[in-house]
């Protein structure tokens, strides 16, 4: 899925989704050895090279073996098992930025996922 958001520069993002495995059961934190999240800036200079390099992050602090459904969540009454959420990348307005997540599995195919987010620049009054 590619879902996108628009924000204002400077400001963080949180990343909310649902994620399943191969076999589609929902992807739980013994299944997932490593999540590496990579930011790009699709309208500098050097769009494929990522923001500062790619973050390795802690598999049980964003991925949950336990779905949420909090007022966050507006997407259904399911829920979500993933949450991410950074700010310091985002730093131009009027940009767009790709986020992408590469997730390692402990068998089976490993995945990437991402979303676009649009930065929109921040009005001074």
Request: glycine share 8%.
């Amino acid at each position: 899925f590619t879902p996108s958001g628009v924000f204002t520069e400077d400001s963080g993002v949180t990343v909310l989704a649902r994620l399943y495995d191969h076999a589609d059961a929902l992807l739980v934190i013994g299944s997932t050895t490593s999540i590496t999240r990579s930011v790009f800036d699709l309208n500098s200079a050097t769009p494929t090279t990522a923001i500062g390099g790619a973050s390795a992050l802690v598999v049980g602090t964003v991925l949950s073996d336990t779905l949420t459904n909090d007022t966050r969540w507006s997407v259904d009454e399911t829920g979500f098992n993933f949450e991410d959420a950074f700010s310091s990348q985002f730093t131009d307005g009027d940009h767009i930025y790709r986020v992408e997540y590469a997730m390692d599995y402990a068998s089976g195919a490993d995945t990437v996922w991402g979303l676009n987010v649009y930065m929109a620049p921040a009005v001074v009054s």
